[in-house]
């Protein structure tokens, strides 16, 4: 099956709702039984998809969790009320005192925040590692390493990792393997077949599609989902009945939003590459960003969220440039339908890599405006900059 027609048939949850396009939206805390047998018949069921307790998922749930693990090739889903959760969350189901994470250096910086101080109260010790790594990940594998973790594109600098070769380093080492795929959505890349155990999504990014949801999933492979399943079981991590709507919603139309954030990202990431303040355009689908071979190698595609980095700049001009923007604002978070833009400095989030630019980055979202609307706003906007440097 080629992938649009996966996105329409999966997680249609047709024994739920016979006859519905879409599976109803199920509210429900207690489920009830007449009998006690019933009642026995539920309990043995719970770790699947049998009614229990709300908590446990209900049709709606399992719907998304059916999909998104046919999407990654997965073995099972779990769902979580944010893509941090979601990260927080799996980590925690596999990590315990006395062990060592590696995560790459630019990582999502709220991921670091949780290793820093979350998995370190807990006696978890993090190793920051050069997304550029690849194979030379082994020399940074400890006795203790339990877990490493990927994220690719990297945060704001979009430095694509050879998956592959850490994965298999990793393995060699019996250590589990994390990727958070927020990025491309198992559309463009799917970590499990890259070796990857557990792959992570902000699905309030693109699943969602809408900026109206926050909400998260990891999928695992064979060998990893039991413990994960059980990890969100004993946090009690779940997600709300009408958001798992929005994103089976959202789900349907990943495809074609995808394709067209991919076209505008690229026309525009052009168009600001032949701009004169523009020292580097730093986005997958170009040749001199690192890793752009593997992106090559491994993606289907670019999604529309990548960075610039200026030839100069100070903050006030900087500022001239976005304030007066028509069509892009200042948001965290992307995916959405609306484009975005954020100035950045991604020396303030890494440690074992170095960040020397020649001016400040921002940052954009490409959104599914007409990408020819976007550029006479930033030409106005260089403008401005001109005018404020
Ligand atoms: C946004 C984002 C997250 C966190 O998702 P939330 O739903 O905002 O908690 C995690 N990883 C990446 C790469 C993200 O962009």
Redesign the pocket.
Known sequence: MKKDTRLVSTGRGDKAAPGMVNVPVYHASTIVFDTVAELNEAISGRDEHVLYYGRRGTPTQWALMDALTELDGGAGCALYG????A?TGALLAFVEAGDHVLMADTV?G??RIFCDHGLKKLGVETTYYDPMIGAGIADLMRDNTKLVFT?SPG?LTFEVQDTAAIAAAAKAHGAWVFA?N??ATPLFFRPLDHGVDVAIQ?L??YVVGHSDV???AAVANERAWKRLRLGGFMHGHCAAPDDTYLALRGLRTLGVRLERHQENALKVAHWLDGRPEVHQVLHPAFPDTPGHDFWKRDFSGATGLFSIVLKEGTDDAVAALLDGLDHFKLGF?WGGYESLAIPSDPAQGRTATEWSAPGPLIRFHIGLEDPEDLIADLDEGFRRFAAAL
Not at 82 to 85: K, M, R, Y
Request: aromatic content about 10%; proline content about 5%.
């Open positions: 944010s893509g941090l959760a990260i999502y709220p991921s994220e945060s958070d927020t990025w902000a309030t990014k926050m909400m998260g978070s």
